[in-house]
Each structure stands twice: as C-alpha cells, then as structure tokens.
T-cell receptor, first 116, second 111 residues
C-alpha cells in the first residue's frame, strides 16, 4: 500500500517568503507528527495531531510556524517569513493511535527546505 | 528535560568489523525503538524493545534493552557496506505520546 508522501521534495526560497509543506499520511492512521531534522542530526518534534483532539503545538519554535490537518488526513505545515535558520529537512510521520505503546511511526521522505 | 544520549555520533569502520552503538538516559522508558535512515529518506523502524533485559536479533543486528529500561544498545556483527546509514534510537514514555529521540549515529562501512 501507499506510504506517507510529502511534497515538495525540495524547496528553495528566499528569506522572508512564506512556504507550505504538505503531508499525506497512510490511510487510516489517526496520529500525525511533524519533525525537523538538521543535516545528519536527530529529530526535533514540532507538532502532533491525534484524531479530532486539539493538536500538541509545544514543539513549534516560533509563531511563524503553524500547521493544520484537514479532515483528519492531509496536513500542511506553514512557515511564514522564513529565516535562514529554518533550513532543514521537515519530516512527517503517521501511526495508528499513539506511539507511546510501541506503535510504529511511518515516515515520509521529507521536504528539504533551503532558505537563501 | 528528558534526554537520550546516543554514542558514538560518528563511526567509520572497515567491512567485516563489529560495532556497538549506545543510547543512555536517566529516564525509564516503556519501550525503545531503533530506526535506520538513509540519505533522502525518512527513518525506518528496525525494532522495538519493551521488556527490561530484552534481546532481539535481526540478522547481524542485535538489540538489547537495559534491565532498568534506561538504556539500549545496537550491536552489528561483521558489518557490511549496506549497513551504512544514520541510526536513531527513540524512547517512549508512559506519560507522553512523544518519542524522545537520540541525536543519531552516522555509520559508514568501507568496503
């Protein structure tokens, strides 16, 4: 079956522009995560969606970052007024329910964002 | 702040050698996962360990969860160039759905 897909795969933008990153999770997965990964480093949690519950936005680094999940499926991460330090790979993952009990997180290939 | 310290950060060895990667924390985890990530792709789950002292084997990879469920190790026997990648550990806490991620070990196996 289809895995998690993300688009675009690469995005180059100029400082100060807004960008939108898209994630299509695996059908039926109720939980969706966004992470940020700097080159060759670990994952930085950004935001978590679970069903119809209010999202956990505790990992968003500033108010320039926002995300939504429409109809419990597709999610969009928006970064306003991009800065050079926003350059990173943005990864989306989905899973059944929650991962605390060992549910596998399935990751998309990521969007590599470069802010010039 | 819960931390999961992963070591070494970088390891470059010759094909056929053995290696061990460690993840250590002061937190007790309900489970711990190991992922492998190749360039341009997202992490892929290798294994989940749940019970203290548990050992799981995946071909030449052996994963161990510490007795106190605070640490874990990944041992690779007779490493192959195909083992090259970024290895990430991630711990799950009972009280939180978030995974606590290690910073990763970049492994290069030279033919």
């Amino acid at each position: 079956g289809a895995g998690v897909s993300q688009s675009p795969s690469n995005k180059v933008t100029e400082k100060g522009k807004d960008v939108e990153l898209r994630c299509d999770p695996i059908s039926g997965h109720t939980a969706l995560y966004w992470y940020r990964q700097s080159l060759g480093q670990g994952l930085e949690f950004l935001i978590y969606f679970q069903g119809n519950s209010a999202p956990d936005k505790s990992g968003l680094p500033s108010d320039r970052f926002s995300a939504e999940r429409t109809g419990g499926s597709v999610s969009t991460l928006t970064i306003q007024r991009t800065q050079q330090e926003d350059s990173a790979v943005y990864l989306c993952a989905s899973s059944f329910e929650i991962s605390g009990a060992g549910y596998t997180q399935y990751f998309g290939p990521g969007t590599r964002l470069t802010v010039l | 702040t819960q931390l999961l310290e992963q070591s070494p950060q970088f390891l470059s060895i010759q094909e056929g050698e053995n290696l061990t990667v460690y993840c250590n924390s002061s937190s007790v985890f309900s489970s711990l996962q190991w992922y492998r990530q190749e360039p341009g792709e997202g992490p892929v789950l290798l294994v989940t360990v749940v019970t203290g002292g548990e050992v799981k084997k995946l071909k030449r990879l052996t994963f161990q969860f510490g007795d106190a469920r605070k640490d874990s190790s990944l041992h690779i026997t007779a490493a192959q160039p195909g083992d090259t990648g970024l290895y990430l550990c991630a711990g799950a806490l009972d009280s939180n759905y978030q995974l606590i991620w290690g910073a990763g070990t970049k492994l290069i196996i030279k033919p």
